[in-house]
């Protein structure tokens, strides 16, 4: 079974300070990982894929099959990245690739 | 550029009745998974479904059901509500890339309380 496992219900830091975001999974198989963020009063959003390998609004997240890790990275927080952030994880060899399966959350509080 | 849209924003309903979601995809977007969010927790799959044929089930009860129609639009049936059902019902949109790889994009949810 795959499991997705956030650690931390609630993270804050200073603005300017470094954010590291903590994300395990448990697949044995191939694992496609994302990052989900909800802003206040808004939808979840994609925030990031690991098959991308992209930046976006200063985040990165690199996919460590060997610690089966996918933590999610900003050196330097922002006030309006607070939000919650979701890891979730995709079977990408199954047959239901319509399958998320998320972590619990993290809610990041950045103060000023 | 219309999201992903469901109805009802907001329902409340009696244990024991039944209820329909309704979720229309993103234009030109085939396939369509549903979760449940109970507050305090991540999202869980339950169904996925892609050109009208179910292509994937989580671990729900058959009281939960769903279907998709030819415009790809969806709905949700739930039968002889619990209180546990109380919870946001999601929607996502599928995309598939053609080179790989499977992005969801989700709406805004439809809110029920079982009383």
């Known amino acids: 079974a795959q499991r997705v496992t956030q650690p931390e219900k609630l993270l804050s830091v200073f603005k300017g300070a470094p954010v590291e975001l903590k994300c395990n999974y448990s697949?044995?198989?191939?694992?496609?990982l994302f990052w989900y963020v909800q802003y206040s009063r808004q939808r979840l959003q994609l925030l990031l894929r690991?098959?991308s390998r992209e930046s976006i609004k200063g985040f990165t997240a690199d996919l460590n099959k060997g610690e089966t890790s996918f933590h999610l990275k900003k050196p330097f927080a922002q006030e309006e990245d607070s939000a919650m952030y979701y890891c979730?994880?995709?079977?990408?060899?199954?047959?239901?690739?319509?399958?998320?399966?998320f972590g619990q959350g993290t809610i990041l509080t950045v103060h000023p | 550029d219309a999201g992903v849209t469901q109805s009802p924003t907001h329902l409340i309903k009696t244990r024991g009745q039944h209820v329909t979601l309704r979720c229309s995809p993103i234009?030109?977007?085939?396939?369509v998974s549903w979760y449940q969010q109970v507050l305090g927790q991540g999202p869980q799959f339950i169904f996925q479904?892609?050109?009208?044929?179910?292509?994937g089930r989580g671990n729900f009860p058959d009281r939960f059901s769903a279907r998709q129609f030819p415009n790809y639009s969806s709905e949700l049936n739930v039968n002889a509500l619990l209180l546990g059902d109380s919870a946001l019902y999601l929607c996502?949109?599928?995309?598939?890339?053609?080179?790989?790889?499977?992005?969801?994009?989700f709406g805004p949810g439809t809110r029920l309380t079982v009383t």
């Open positions: 697949y044995s198989g191939s694992p496609e």
């Open positions: 979730a994880l995709r079977d990408a060899g199954g047959t239901s690739y319509g399958k998320l399966t």
């Open positions: 996502a949109s599928i995309l598939v890339r053609i080179a790989g790889g499977r992005e969801q994009y």
């Open positions: 234009s030109g977007h085939k396939s």
């Open positions: 479904y892609y050109e009208k044929e179910e292509r």
């Open positions: 690991h098959i």
